[in-house]
């Protein structure tokens, strides 16, 4: 598993169709075939990740957007974007930035 940190830039695959059901985001990724069903805060998620993007930048705004604690959030986004990369969704960058 690919361990994304705060330095970490992520952005989405482009092996992978989207639909809009109900407010909820389904993606099936082309290659492996699987589906994969976004809901609550996982589409505003899958928004940000359009264009390669740091979890930081990810957790800032959702706290400025959520009442959530920064812990609390920058927790939650690792875990799911460590969920998305899994499903091979993502790519993921982990070389440091200059």
């Keep these: 598993m690919v361990a994304i940190d705060a330095g970490s830039t992520v952005v989405a695959?482009?092996?992978?169709?989207?639909?809009?059901?109900?407010?909820?985001?389904?993606?099936?990724?082309?290659?492996?075939?699987?589906?994969?069903?976004?809901?609550?805060?996982?589409?505003d998620i899958w928004g940000r990740i359009q264009e390669p993007t740091e979890p930081a930048d990810i957790v800032s705004a959702l706290v400025g957007e959520y009442d959530v604690d920064r812990d609390r959030a920058a927790t939650d986004v690792e875990r799911f974007l460590e969920t998305l990369a899994a499903e091979q969704l993502i790519n993921v960058d982990t070389s440091p930035t200059p």
Excluded: A, F, H, K
């Excluded at 695959?13 to 290659?31: F, K, M, P, R």
């Design 13 to 43: 695959t482009d092996n992978c169709v989207t639909t809009t059901i109900d407010g909820e985001i389904v993606l099936l990724n082309n290659e492996t075939g699987r589906y994969q069903g976004l809901s609550g805060v996982g589409p």
